[in-house]
């Protein structure tokens, strides 16, 4: 399925917007059975409640290893596809890191640097709930680009909830991306920054995301992370 996408396009958009969906990646039945494992008390290794930290309304909660077998397999798939684009990112905006072509690699290299935890995760947000324009780092080692894919129906499950994604530009004022996305569809976007071509040449712009106010009903999220955390 992952390879199936259009790549090209894809790419494109993440060039100019900072962010891509997917199209249809999960099927109905697998996104009720990743909601599912939201209120199992195994598999998991910690559970954020937002308000207390100030990140918003709602929780979520950690994946621990090893990671559900279709969350495993989400990391490892995007990974061939997203890492080119990382590597091409970080050449045009000068930065020195260089991602491998195998994600088990990439992770033996946040490890060693003590970035060890799993960063996958299920967020739920009921009525009312929200979260704050965020950048998910965690660490030295960061790969640039992440997944999120909305497990609820937003016709049946819940309304509002929409994916809200803000590029702080030099010397401009702040562009917003509202990413409306339906059941097992997924959006692709740049974790800290991106390179932006302009008049004088290419530079950065730094990028935040989180989820506006949900007015009804109760919305799943999965995040698909590829960096680990210290």
């Not at 390879?3 to 009720?32: F, K, V």
Request: proline share 6%; net charge positive.
């Amino acid at each position: 399925m992952i390879d199936a996408l259009d790549w090209a396009r894809i790419a494109e958009d993440l060039d100019t917007h900072g962010c891509a969906t997917t199209g249809s990646l999960l099927d109905e039945a697998t996104c009720a059975a990743l909601a599912a494992l939201y209120d199992a008390n195994q598999g998991f290794r910690s559970r954020i409640v937002m308000a207390r930290h100030g990140f918003g309304r709602g929780e979520y909660k950690y994946f621990a290893a090893p990671l559900p077998a279709p969350v495993a397999a989400l990391r490892t798939g995007f990974w061939p596809h997203l890492a080119p684009i990382a590597n091409r990112w970080n050449a045009a905006m000068g930065l020195a890191p260089r991602f491998p072509a195998d994600h088990g690699d990439f992770l033996a290299r946040c490890h060693a640097a003590g970035q060890t935890r799993p960063t996958p995760l299920l967020l739920r947000y009921a009525a009312g709930d929200y979260n704050c324009l965020h950048q998910d780092l965690y660490g030295e080692h960061v790969f640039p680009l992440q997944v999120a894919i909305l497990l609820s129906d937003p016709w049946r499950d819940f309304t509002g909830g929409e994916f809200v994604l803000t590029e702080q530009r030099p010397r401009m004022q702040s562009r917003a991306e509202v990413v409306p996305l339906r059941q097992g569809e997924g959006v692709i976007f740049a974790v800290h920054h991106r390179p932006v071509r302009g008049t004088r040449g290419t530079y950065r712009v730094n990028l935040r995301h989180g989820v506006s106010r949900v007015r009804s009903g109760r919305r799943h999220t999965l995040g698909v992370i590829f960096h680990d955390a210290a």
